[in-house]
Each structure stands twice: as structure tokens, then as C-alpha cells.
């Protein structure tokens, strides 16, 4: 069946650093790939997705690209902020199978 | 105005009790969710109604009924609790899951805490 890994947590970083959270899946066929952040005490919000190869997704200054070959859709962000400080899960397909989540703490 | 909404959003009760908890969503979406996350923020599909239909029952206690009395609203009733069922629960919908239109909006989560 599907499967998703995620890098484990936590991870903390300091303001303005660069971020990096990996996420390799397995998969029957070209499933959508997610990634989804919750915020403490929240629920779960879509912060970008890929539907086919190749594809990037972007929002809020996050990217992740959908990489068939190396079967991985790794979150990166540039510069991030400390409201970025939140829970992080890698998803794929349309039952939305989930990664166990990556807990991020940046520090001003 | 809340999209996906959830009550109650905190549920505190005895091993052996029965609860309900409803939810609720105004998006005009097909399908609807029901997620369980665990203390280590695990999370797991639990059961998916398309249209008023269930279209996934995965591998979970027949203690957990749903029952979606229409579009909108998919509520999940808990019989004979059980100190394992503990647990953050979310609902989620999305617009058509059978034309993969599976993006999903969550719910902010009903912590149920079993003493």
C-alpha cells in the first residue's frame, strides 16, 4: 500500500535560516502529493500540492517538487519566520495517507 | 464564516459512555472525512462519505458509527468508550473525491480525553 516518510523531528532553527524537511513516499501509480501545517491547537491547513511529475508547488514562500524519480517531495522555505513554528506533514493520494509529521520551532 | 466546523471542540468523558461529536461544512463539498490523531500527532483516515455514501471504512472498531444525514453534515457516534479512543478527531471535506478533486479542508479538531 502507499506510505509516506517523513525526516523526524523536532527541528529547530534560528530566524532567517533556510528550511528543509524531507518526505519520501511510495505509491501505486502518480498519486497528488501534500503538504499540510498545523498550527498549535488548529487544525490541518493545505499549504501546497502537486498533482503529476515535475510539478512544483509554492505558497507563502514554501516549495516542494514532485520528484518521480527519487520518489520524494521535499518542503523547502528560504528565509523562514518565527510564525512558521508549527507541525508539518508530508500527504499523498486521495485517501490522503499521511507522514507522521515534522514539529518545527524557530527561534527570533 | 467557518468552513469546516466541529462540536464539541473538547470531550471529556467515562470508559463505557456513548458521545456523539458532529460536524458540519458550508463549502458545498461532496465529500466528507472523519481523521483520528494520536498523542504523537499520527494521523489516520478513518471513514469517508461521498454524496451521503460511505466510500471508505478503514480498519476501525464497529464501536465508531458515522452517519451523514446529508451533504453537509457528517457526525461520528462512539459507543462503549474505551481509554484508547482518546484522541484528537478530525472531520474534513473536500469537493468531489470520486473526480479527484480530493483537496481537503479540516475541521479545527474534537479532543476526546476517556478517564
Known amino acids: 500500500g502507499n506510505s509516506v516518510t517523513q525526516m523526524e523531528g523536532p527541528v529547530t532553527l534560528s530566524e532567517e535560516a533556510f528550511l528543509t524537511i524531507n518526505c519520501t513516499y511510495t505509491?501505486?501509480?502518480?498519486?497528488?502529493l501534500f503538504w499540510y501545517v498545523q498550527y498549535p491547537g488548529e487544525g490541518l491547513q493545505l499549504l501546497l500540492k502537486?498533482?503529476?511529475?515535475?510539478d512544483k508547488g509554492s505558497n507563502k514562500g514554501f516549495e516542494a517538487t514532485y520528484r518521480k524519480e527519487t520518489t520524494s517531495f521535499h518542503l523547502e522555505k528560504g528565509s523562514v519566520q518565527v510564525s512558521d513554528s508549527a507541525v508539518y506533514f508530508c500527504a499523498l493520494g486521495q485517501k490522503l495517507v499521511f507522514g507522521q509529521g515534522t514539529r518545527l520551532t524557530i527561534n527570533p | 464564516d467557518t468552513a469546516v466546523s466541529q462540536t464539541p471542540k473538547y470531550l471529556v468523558t467515562q470508559m463505557g459512555n456513548d458521545k456523539s461529536i458532529k460536524c458540519e461544512q458550508n463549502l458545498g463539498h461532496d465529500t466528507m472525512y472523519w481523521y483520528k490523531q494520536d498523542s504523537k500527532k499520527f494521523l489516520k483516515i478513518m471513514f469517508s462519505?461521498?454524496?451521503?455514501?460511505?466510500?471508505i471504512n478503514e480498519t476501525v472498531p464497529n464501536r465508531f458509527s458515522p452517519k451523514s444525514p446529508d451533504k453537509a453534515h457528517l457526525n461520528l457516534h462512539i459507543n462503549s468508550l474505551e481509554l484508547g479512543d482518546s484522541a484528537v478527531y478530525f472531520c474534513a471535506s473536500s469537493q468531489d473525491f470520486g473526480a479527484g478533486r480530493n483537496e481537503q479542508y479540516f475541521g479545527p479538531g474534537t479532543r476526546l480525553t476517556v478517564t
Open positions: 462519505y461521498n454524496n451521503k455514501e460511505l466510500i
Open positions: 502537486a498533482t503529476k511529475a515535475d
Open positions: 505509491a501505486t501509480g502518480y498519486p497528488s
